[in-house]
């Protein structure tokens, strides 16, 4: 089992662009969830889905966009980046509402 | 306003010692509590509480859940280096939505 893995790893934007970030988890896990973490914060809920085919706006989700297209990936879409998107992106997975987040190790994001 | 509020914000102990970590949290739609540990990179889970009162042991760390005083302590007991990390606490709240608080940065000294 890889459980929660992200990529790519790091990425530089130009403001303006755009990218795509992938989550993937092998656990079949239904909750799938986007984090944004910045220096001295904790981590802020950007969208989350609670199955293959539903997203919902979570507490920071200006700017993003989300697909679930399929039950184990979950990706996370910034259509013109920002400077104030430069931070630490994670995506976590649950089995339930109730149960335990596994996290994915993160993606570096630095948007100049 | 934030949901999760965590103390302290930093601490800096030496091996041997016991720390309380402390994290309160807002009570409108809340259901459960949860503690990470977060070293390099991504957190780790470490317990979840929804009922009050009922302590969560693992080795030398546990956490118990307070619903009267809407807030939770971590404790570890016989710091070791390997205790250094990021302590992070959320609120699990209907919607399922989870709310961290800013984290306490726990630094033990050999």
């Known amino acids: 089992n890889a459980g929660v893995t992200q990529t790519p790893k790091f990425r530089v934007l130009k403001t303006g662009q755009s990218m795509t970030l992938l989550c993937a988890q092998d656990?079949?896990?239904?909750?799938m969830y986007w984090y944004r973490q910045d220096p001295g914060m904790g981590l802020r809920l950007i969208h989350y889905?609670?199955?293959?085919?539903?997203?919902a706006k979570g507490e920071v989700p200006d700017g993003y966009n989300v697909s679930r297209l399929k039950k184990q990936n979950f990706l996370l879409g910034l259509e013109s980046a920002a400077p104030s998107q430069t931070s630490v992106y994670f995506c976590?997975?649950?089995?339930?509402?109730?149960?335990?987040?596994?996290f994915g190790p993160g993606t570096r994001l630095t948007v100049l | 306003e934030d949901k999760v509020v965590q103390s302290p914000l930093s601490l800096v102990v030496h091996e041997g010692d016991t720390v309380t970590l402390n994290c309160s949290y807002e009570?409108?739609?809340?259901?459960?509590l949860l503690w990470y540990k977060q070293e390099k990179k991504a957190p780790t889970f470490l317990f979840m509480l929804?009922?009050?009162?009922i302590e969560k042991k693992s080795g030398r760390l546990s956490s118990i859940l307070d619903k009267k005083e809407l807030s939770s302590i971590l404790n570890i007991t016989a710091t070791q280096t390997g205790d250094s990390a990021i302590y992070l606490c959320?609120?699990?709240?209907?919607?399922?939505?989870?709310?961290f608080g800013s984290g306490t940065k726990l630094n033990v000294k050999p």
């Open positions: 976590a997975s649950s089995l339930g509402n109730s149960d335990t987040q596994y």
């Open positions: 656990m079949n896990h239904e909750y």
């Open positions: 889905s609670v199955g293959e085919g539903t997203t």
């Open positions: 009570v409108t739609n809340f259901r459960s």
């Open positions: 929804t009922s009050s009162g």
């Open positions: 959320a609120g699990l709240y209907n919607f399922n939505k989870f709310y």
